[in-house]
């Protein structure tokens, strides 16, 4: 790394800080529940609800800090929050 | 939508910031400048040299924000971009209706093309949880302690809208993290609407509030089926439209989901209080005509 | 090099008079400085400004203390302020009154002489305003500006009939200084 | 080389010297201009907002601000947005930015701001000294120091060129003396648009906001890189001081005016006592010098032009062979009770072989005047030190004693 002028960063450069390192719980999909409503991937603070092809979604879990937002609001629970096994 | 917002920012999990952060940018697409002052967002979100930014962004201070945003309009104007190019604000509560206020006074009373967005969640989390002129009547904040002869923050909310509406705002509105949708309309109408715009989001943060990280949307949510939080839109200083309730829940519902509140169920005249606040609630009930 | 003191009131145009002075003199191939005592003064109140000119670049910034010309706009001035501190003993005293010189209670050595500017601005004008007409008169009395290059500042300054009509009342008063004198 | 101007008579004429710096200001093109009034800066603005109702500065936006510390604010702004931007202010204006100067400086933003000098309150004084810019010494401004008008004028379009330079980008105050200068009319050659094109190139930035390329500016930086970070800056103020230079001689070139670089020298080379002054306070000097020179007594003048960044070679080199030093200052550090410049010149000479004593005179402050009888005052305390030693290493000048 080199200081540029006034410390002028790339757009877009935390991606390298993987945070999904924080995490006690984890999310996991029960896809049979799932009705693809988004609101998941709508409402995660760290953007890391991914949209699959089949519009189902997945979790980036190099991110995911297991806030559990995504299962508790999710309306038909389709998503549960497992404690991480470290 | 490409997130225009970056995972991999320093946020607590269930950030009110970042949420707030991603549905303004959702609302603005890419060709934006965003203005964050100093706070949870600007700190979080910018560790050199990193950046969760897909958009422009510029730091300058805690309490000039709105000054930056005017000279970052003014040069578009005059370099001939200002047309596409979207100036906003995205700054705590503490930097709109404390220290930075006087900033802000004179970037609307100037007229200057930009939205600013209020993501008010009470009090100073940047720098531990101390009291602002955002934390709410009771709220235990670490400067506002509840203690032996003490409910908390006598004092109550500062009406920040109503004090840009004062100022000749052609869209002032008032959103929530929990309605997410509809404060992506208004961020989007704001931005649409000539001149200086104001949407602020009333956004619950786990770490100050206390409460499970998991329940930042519903508490938000809370807030305004209590009527705690009132949502509306104001054109041009009048009322154009309210977010009704269905049915007003109880403020115990509200309060009693978060530490700052908790005094208010266990010290003697702590239902007294809680009254107060329930008025606080039917005031705002009345004033927006809440209930359908 | 010959420093010039204006006397005036609050609005009644010194510091222009001084500035209008130092574009003629600048005008007539010298160099010359103009500028205020800088001061919170309103309208109404005592106020001063200079003028410097010389043969060469005006370097010096300190204030005038001892003129080589004092210009005073309103004898009611004479009551209040002591337009004569620091003069040299071979300088003039221009003041804008109706009387001679010899009816003014003056302590100075400097040579005293008068014109009455108010008259001549009411004449040719019509409005009291006396700054640029007294440079007219300043012209006459020192030799260190020429009449036309004070009209030419005044014209340039206040283009039009205004111009015009200054231009007139600074002959007039040149006129007048030039007959008075012995 | 001395300050040297080629009297081109037929191009000059007579106006104030706000006046002269806002048509400066004008002809180097800026983008926005943000402006809060305050006394005696006001004229500068005033003559600005003029230029801009006569739509005489194309592509301009001018900015009335609700406050100094927005008028700076605005410019960080816009000034990251890629535009060129001017301010200028005194006193407590500058005063409130403070918080903004050292923010502009490490955000590398090359914003030119005028700053009339004038006194800093309490008790509230509208007259000049140089207190306030000296104050922000340490912010990361370059600021230096006209001597009359033309100076201050001709230094707006040095500041643009040595703040926009890539080797540099630092902000850039030129200063000039609230009233003395700012007030003063005198015959001035005001800048050519063609000239100051040919001098000036247009603004270009490496980055700027831009939704096409979204970069981010000021960042936070943890213990991990801020020493960097000032380490850079510091080293941009060093590169500056070939710029100063630079900006000065290439001035000369194209326009016939040169003033020094960091320092001038005026009858500096056998002079015994030497004289280090900033400011207004050069051209009455250079009056006194030139009497005494006449009769023969060896005095001179060292100009310093750039306090920051502060010349250390240079007034080594221009005071290694005076018998004593005499500096002048408009401002005081409380405490330590001598003026800044004082303290910088003794700074500079300690581990040299220089050891001329080094005695300083606070002057002019809140616009007390220094006419010629204070400078002469000076100079004859000068000559007791060269034959008898210093007694007094700092002191006020001109005191009313039946005050105090």
């Not at chain 1, 189902?56 to 508790?72: R, S």
């Not at chain 4, 010098?289 to 006449?294: E, F, G, N, Q």
């Not at chain 4, 400078?375 to 290493?393: C, K, L, P, W, Y």
Request: charged share 25%; proline share 5%.
């Amino acid at each position: 790394m080199k200081i540029l002028p006034g410390g002028v960063c790339e757009p877009r450069s935390t991606m390298v800080n993987k945070t999904g390192g924080w995490r006690t719980y984890r999310p996991v999909f029960d896809y049979n529940k799932c009705i693809k409503c988004k609101l998941c991937e709508l409402l995660c603070p760290d953007m890391s609800v991914l949209p699959r092809d089949d519009g189902f979604f997945e979790i980036d879990y190099d991110f995911c800090k297991g806030c559990g937002i995504c299962a508790n609001e999710c309306p038909k629970d389709a998503i549960e929050m497992v404690l991480e096994e470290k | 939508m490409r997130n225009l917002l970056a995972s991999g920012h320093r946020g607590c999990a269930g950030c009110c910031n970042a949420m707030a952060a991603k549905f303004t940018l959702m609302a603005a697409g890419e060709d934006c400048i965003v203005v964050s002052p100093t706070g949870c967002l600007e700190v979080m979100t910018t560790p050199y040299p990193e950046s969760s930014w897909g958009v422009p962004w510029i730091h300058s201070l805690f309490e000039n924000a709105a000054a930056v945003a005017s000279g970052v309009e003014a040069a578009l104007k005059a370099m001939g971009k200002a047309e596409k190019t979207k100036v906003l604000v995205i700054g705590g509560d503490g930097a709109t209706i404390d220290i930075g206020i006087r900033s802000i006074s004179g970037a609307f009373e100037r007229g200057h093309d930009i939205t600013y967005v209020c993501v008010d969640n009470e009090a100073y989390m940047n720098t531990g949880v101390q009291r602002s002129g955002g934390t709410p009547f009771d709220a235990s904040t670490t400067t506002s302690p509840a203690g032996k002869v003490s409910f908390g923050n006598q004092r109550p909310k500062k009406n920040m809208p109503a004090i840009i509406v004062a100022h000749g705002s052609p869209y002032v509105a008032t959103a929530s993290l929990a309605y997410p949708k509809d404060m992506i309309r208004k961020i989007r109408a704001a931005i649409d609407t000539k001149g200086p715009t104001y949407v602020h989001v009333h956004s619950p943060c786990t770490t100050g509030w206390g409460f499970d990280t998991s329940k930042t949307v519903e508490v938000a949510r809370l807030a305004v089926e209590t009527a705690m939080w009132p949502m509306y839109e104001i054109e041009n200083g009048r009322v154009i439209k309210v977010h009704k309730i269905k049915e007003q829940k109880p403020v115990e519902d509200y309060l009693k989901m978060q530490r700052r509140f908790k005094h208010l169920f266990t010290m003697e005249g702590g239902d007294e209080e809680i009254k107060k606040i329930q008025h606080i609630a039917d005031t705002n009930v009345e004033e927006f005509g809440l209930i359908k | 090099m010959k420093e010039i003191r204006i006397h005036g009131r609050g609005g009644q145009g010194s510091v222009t008079a001084a500035e209008l002075l130092a574009v003629a003199a600048f005008a007539d191939g010298r160099f010359s400085q103009a500028f205020p005592a800088f001061g919170v003064e309103r309208r109404g109140a005592p106020v001063q400004a200079f003028t410097r000119i010389g043969d060469e670049p005006i370097r010096l910034r300190s204030q005038v203390y001892e003129p080589d010309y004092v210009i005073v706009q309103d004898a009611t001035l004479l009551e209040v302020v002591d337009v004569a501190g620091g003069i040299k003993d071979e300088g003039i005293i221009l003041i804008n009154t109706e009387f001679s010189p010899d009816k003014l209670e003056l302590d100075t050595k400097a040579k005293i002489m008068t014109v009455d500017a108010t008259k001549v601005a009411l004449d040719i004008i019509g409005r009291p305003i006396v700054n640029t007409v007294l440079l007219g008169a300043f012209a006459g009395a020192t030799g260190e500006v020429r009449p036309e290059s004070i009209e030419n500042a005044v014209k340039k300054r206040f283009p039009g009939k205004v111009g015009e009509k200054n231009a007139e009342a600074i002959q007039k008063a040149y006129e007048i200084i030039m007959e008075a004198k012995p | 080389m001395t300050s040297t101007r080629k009297l081109a008579k037929e191009k000059m004429m007579v106006v104030e010297g706000s006046y002269a710096v806002a048509h400066a200001v004008k002809v180097c093109r800026p983008n926005v201009i943000s402006a809060y009034p305050i006394t005696p800066q006001t004229h500068i603005v005033e003559d600005l907002s003029q230029f801009m109702a006569d739509g005489e500065i194309p592509n301009c936006e001018y900015i009335n601000v609700e406050s100094e510390f927005s008028a700076l604010s605005a410019l960080v702004g816009a000034s990251a947005a890629g535009a060129r931007t001017y301010s200028a202010t005194t006193s407590q204006g500058l005063e409130l930015m403070h918080e903004v100067l050292f923010n502009v400086s490490g955000m590398r933003l090359p914003i030119v701001m005028t700053v009339a000098n004038r006194a800093v309150s309490a008790p509230i004084n509208i007259w000049n000294d140089q207190q306030d810019s000296i104050s922000q010494r340490d912010t990361g401004w370059i600021q230096m120091h006209a001597e009359d008008p033309q100076e201050a004028a001709d230094m707006v379009a040095q500041s643009f060129r040595i703040a926009e330079d890539r080797d540099v980008l630092l902000p850039v105050m030129p200063c000039m003396d609230a009233f003395v200068l700012s007030h003063v009319y005198e015959p001035m050659v005001l800048l050519e648009q063609d000239l100051v094109d040919e001098y000036l190139p247009p603004f270009e930035p490496e980055f700027v906001l831009d939704p096409k390329n979204p970069r981010t500016f000021g960042a936070f930086a943890d213990p991990s890189t801020y020493t960097e970070f000032r380490y850079l800056q510091a080293k941009a103020m060093d590169k500056a001081l070939e710029k100063v230079e630079e900006a000065a001689n290439e001035f000369n070139e194209v326009f016939g005016r040169y003033y020094g670089g960091l320092i001038d020298e005026y009858e500096e080379e056998d002079a015994e006592i030497v004289i280090v002054a900033m400011g207004s306070i050069i051209g009455t000097v250079k009056d006194v010098i030139d009497k005494l020179r006449s009769k023969g007594e060896k005095v001179g003048l060292l100009k310093v032009r750039s306090f920051r960044p502060f010349p250390i070679e240079a007034v080594r080199k221009a005071l290694k062979d005076a018998r004593v030093i005499v500096v002048l200052d408009k401002n005081i550090s409380m405490g330590l009770n001598e003026g800044a410049l004082c303290t910088e010149i003794k700074a500079c000479l300690y581990n040299t072989d220089i050891d001329a004593p080094v005695i300083g005179f606070m002057i002019g402050h809140g616009g007390r005047d220094v006419p010629p009888s204070t400078i002469n005052h000076i100079i004859d305390q000068a000559r007791d030190v060269m034959s008898s030693g210093i007694t007094v290493e700092s002191q006020f000048t001109d005191v009313r004693e039946e005050l105090i």
